[in-house]
């Protein structure tokens, strides 16, 4: 209770105080003013929010970490803390679509319900077509699936919005955060919301990116796992040192094992070849397997035998991190984008920012 209590004041009152690890936060705000590109809006909100954020969560505000986060609030939002998308309003009405043609429901039918009106009295079609932000939009599939019968039959209870805010930190990464941790401000509504907010995305997203241990030789492999989860760069390093041990191609996605009831993802698989050389057995290595998201994994046996017997072969050490090899997916890109680009694009704000601090 007392650090929310400290995180209150720093956050309404700009004149008020409160311990943070290493800096005092006034210093603290002022190298992220400092560090923020000249156009941003409201540059002292947004260093007291970070400030904020770092506090909550006792990481250490040093001048890399600090970075990290300004480079993907900056890659994400540009830092806007509700991002307007191009042709969100199109998006979402083809995603609609594309759910009642799957439900085998009518176009009439579909047509109908978006025509009701909702209680801001616009209908559903105007509000969805004239979203400018995922916040808006979210909001509008609320109403939607919460008032409209055909809503709850076409999303159940899923949002199909599932990222926002300025880092674009996932909904319910949030939402299993919060229920572990002490959000430290008031929720207005629900986590969700606050989400969409830029105290609560800061929030979430510092958590997301800086709030678990990565012994990694660069921020690099960091901002990687940002876009492809926990640890998706030490595993995609360990599924190549699986190939390279038995000869089997594997995707580097970092993905371990398959979370389909009963199936056994390539990876486990390819290690299960290695079982007698490895002297383990195939229900060792997937337990190992299973704990791929966490810091544990890299303390397993199944981890330490296959590096090296693959190091044995290479004859030297291979890398314990690498960059996923993912294809990024979603109905906002209509590029060809990978979790590689992303990483490299905040990786050089990342260091661009670093030079400003100095």
Same mark, same amino acid.
């Given at each position: ?77 540009? !830092? ?23 439900? =085998?429901?009518?176009? *009439? ?9 909702? @209680? ?28 409209? @019968? ?22 319910? !990464? ?94 486990? *698989? ?6 007698? +050389? *490895? ?6 290595? =997937? ?19 296959? !590096? ?26 209509? +590029? ?5 680009? !992303? ?16």
């Amino acid at each position: 209770m007392w650090l929310a209590a400290l995180i209150a004041l720093v956050a309404g009152c700009a004149t008020q105080t409160v311990e943070s690890p290493g800096l005092d936060p006034a210093k603290v705000q002022a190298r992220i003013i400092h560090a923020l590109p000249a156009g941003a809006d409201d540059r002292a909100g947004w260093a007291r929010d970070i400030t904020a954020a770092f506090a909550a969560q006792q990481i250490e505000p040093n001048r890399s970490n600090l970075c990290a986060a300004l480079a993907v609030a900056g890659q994400e939002s540009n !830092f806007q803390s509700d991002p307007a998308v191009p042709g969100l309003g199109r998006i979402a009405r083809a995603e609609i679509n594309r759910r009642a043609a799957a439900h =085998h429901i009518p176009q *009439l039918l579909v047509r109908g319900a978006l025509a009701l009106h909702g @209680p801001d009295g616009r209908s559903y079609a105007d509000r969805i077509a004239q979203a400018r932000t995922e916040r808006e939009l979210s909001r509008a599939y609320e109403d939607f699936i919460g008032m409209v @019968p055909l809503g709850r039959r076409l999303f159940g209870d899923a949002n199909p919005v599932h990222t926002g805010g300025p880092m674009q930190v996932s909904v319910a !990464f949030a939402e299993n955060y919060a229920r572990e941790h002490d959000y430290p401000y008031p929720v207005d509504g629900s986590i969700r919301h606050e989400v969409f907010s830029r105290r609560g995305g800061l929030y979430f997203g510092i958590a997301h990116l800086l709030g678990y241990p990565a012994d990694y030789p660069s921020p690099l492999y960091r901002f990687a796992d940002y876009n492809a989860g926990f640890y998706a760069s030490r595993n995609a390093a360990f599924q190549a040192a699986v190939t390279r041990a038995s000869g089997i191609p594997l995707a580097q996605d970092g993905d371990l094992v398959s979370y389909s009831l009963g199936e056994r993802s390539n990876t486990e *698989l390819a290690v299960r070849t290695l079982a007698d +050389r *490895l002297k383990l057995d195939d229900g060792e290595i =997937h337990r190992d397997l299973s704990r791929g998201e966490t810091a544990a994994f890299a303390a397993t046996r199944t981890y330490a035998r296959v !590096f090296a017997l693959a190091d044995r072969l290479q004859g030297k050490p291979l890398p314990r991190a690498t960059l996923p090899t993912i294809r990024l997916e979603s109905p906002k890109i209509s +590029r060809k984008l990978t979790t590689a680009w !992303f990483a490299r694009r905040v990786d050089s704000r990342y260091r661009s920012c670093m030079t400003r601090m100095r």
